[in-house]
């Protein structure tokens, strides 16, 4: 039987702090209705204590959102944590999102202190939290960079203080996938209670292994991953919910399903992108502009042939209409042939041959050659 794997979406939170791509609340409320379609699992829908902006986008989230747990974040201080508590008064399921640094880097550069304080703030802030909601989840920040005997009991501290799920994040990116996957194997084995929590994991791509990582950590047992759509986030940005949930749908073999319909994945990311400001690289893995288009000769041949020849995945399966054929001076003769039958173009053999011919001359000025060059090519060869 497969097992679920639950999406928590940051979009709104760690996405949204990136330079440019803020959004009033009333823009929120929209993007987090359609991460509710999309079938996340839960909304982190922003720091309430940070402003009052995010205040309120976290209460109306709260309202209009019926079906996605709300979380929200603070710190491990007491008054974060109150005013992260009251922002989620109006959730059906609210989840406070507490946490503190867990590498020694944190620990001595950022906090000034040691271990066991850090451990003392942490069951604390843990304990205050679960007095206010059910739903506490702890993250350990800077965890791809803490000591492992350290990051396990801290851990095992916080599971036993109330915390129903763990966030082992790697906040800067730096973790291999081998490293970040042996880290939460690390604790499933060494945490005695971690059976009572869900482990979820976090990671930022700054060295472009945010989805590689967080496979990494599924595949080890944690079952929460936080993504954001497109892969919006602090620096590189954080993991991206498409890559992930279509590796897990494509790879059948890993058991592993999420409840995300993959069908609205392409319309959530142009509705991110446009309210975001924050436009999607061509080649994007899913939703960029090429992700399903076909430029070379031997590449269109193949794919005329099957198109499991050169896709893993049909694009409707993600919410785009249909693959396309760019048709430049590296195509073939068999993709142009398959166009122009699509424009009521057909050729015979040595017909096709001079309009292939043409068709070069013109994809040599122009870069790519479009349905209405196409049309002009045809009808002055007839008339030729
Ligand atoms: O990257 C990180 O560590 C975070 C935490 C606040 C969860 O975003
Ligand atoms: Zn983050």
């Given at each position: 039987m497969s097992q679920r794997v639950y999406i928590f979406d940051t979009t709104l939170r760690d996405g949204e702090q990136v330079p440019g791509c803020q959004l009033t609340t009333e823009e929120k409320v929209v993007v987090a209705k359609q991460l509710e379609l999309l079938g996340v699992d839960v909304i982190e829908a922003g720091f309430p204590l940070s402003s009052p902006g995010d205040f309120q986008s976290v209460v109306e989230i709260s309202k209009a959102v019926r079906e996605p747990t709300i979380c929200a974040l603070s710190r491990a201080v007491r008054g974060d944590i109150d005013v992260a508590a009251d922002a989620l008064k109006f959730a059906r399921r609210g989840r406070i999102h507490t946490g503190i640094g867990s590498s020694d880097i944190?620990?001595?550069?950022?906090?000034?202190?040691?271990?066991?304080?850090?451990?003392?703030?942490?069951?604390?802030?843990?304990?205050?939290?679960?007095?206010?909601?059910?739903d506490v989840e702890f993250y350990c920040e800077d965890a791809g960079r803490a000591d492992l005997v350290f990051l396990a009991q801290l851990v095992e501290a916080v599971i036993k203080a109330g915390a129903t799920v763990v966030n082992i994040p790697d906040t800067t990116g730096y973790c291999l996938p081998e490293e970040y996957g042996e880290k939460i194997r690390y604790i499933f084995e060494n945490v005695?209670?971690?059976h009572k929590a869900t482990i979820s994991i976090h990671c930022h791509n700054d060295l472009g292994?945010?989805?590689?990582?967080?496979?990494?950590?599924?595949?080890?047992?944690?079952?929460?991953?936080?993504?954001?759509?497109?892969?919006?986030?602090?620096?590189?940005?954080?993991?991206?919910?498409?890559?992930?949930?279509?590796?897990?749908?494509?790879?059948?073999?890993?058991?592993?399903?999420?409840?995300?319909?993959?069908?609205?994945?392409?319309?959530t990311s142009q509705l991110v992108s446009?309210?975001?400001?924050?436009?999607?690289?061509?080649?994007?893995?899913?939703?960029?502009?090429?992700?399903?288009?076909?430029?070379?000769?031997?590449?269109?041949?193949?794919?005329?042939?099957?198109?499991?020849n050169y896709e893993i995945m049909n694009p409707h399966d993600v919410g785009v209409d249909k693959s396309d054929i760019?048709?430049?001076?590296?195509?073939?003769?068999?993709?142009?042939?398959?166009?122009?039958?699509?424009?009521?173009?057909?050729?015979?053999?040595?017909?096709?041959?001079?309009?292939?011919?043409?068709f070069l001359?013109?994809?040599?000025?122009?870069?790519?050659?479009?349905?209405?060059?196409?049309?002009?090519?045809a009808q002055a060869y007839a008339a030729a």
């Open positions: 944190h620990i001595q550069h950022k906090f000034n202190t040691t271990r066991e304080k850090i451990i003392e703030r942490a069951i604390d802030a843990t304990k205050y939290a679960r007095n206010l909601v059910d005695t209670n971690v292994l945010a989805t590689a990582n967080s496979l990494s950590g599924i595949r080890e047992g944690a079952r929460q991953v936080e993504v954001t759509m497109n892969g919006i986030g602090e620096r590189a940005g954080n993991t991206s919910l498409e890559e992930v949930v279509m590796a897990l749908q494509v790879h059948k073999e890993l058991g592993l399903t999420t409840g995300i319909d993959s069908t609205k994945i392409y319309p446009k309210m975001m400001r924050m436009p999607i690289q061509a080649n994007k893995a899913i939703v960029g502009r090429n992700a399903f288009a076909h430029s070379s000769g031997i590449h269109q041949d193949g794919f005329l042939k099957h198109s499991l760019l048709l430049t001076a590296r195509s073939g003769r068999h993709a142009l042939k398959h166009r122009m039958e699509l424009l009521g173009f057909n050729y015979e053999q040595d017909a096709l041959n001079e309009v292939y011919d043409r001359a013109v994809a040599d000025v122009k870069k790519e050659v479009n349905d209405k060059d196409l049309v002009e090519l």
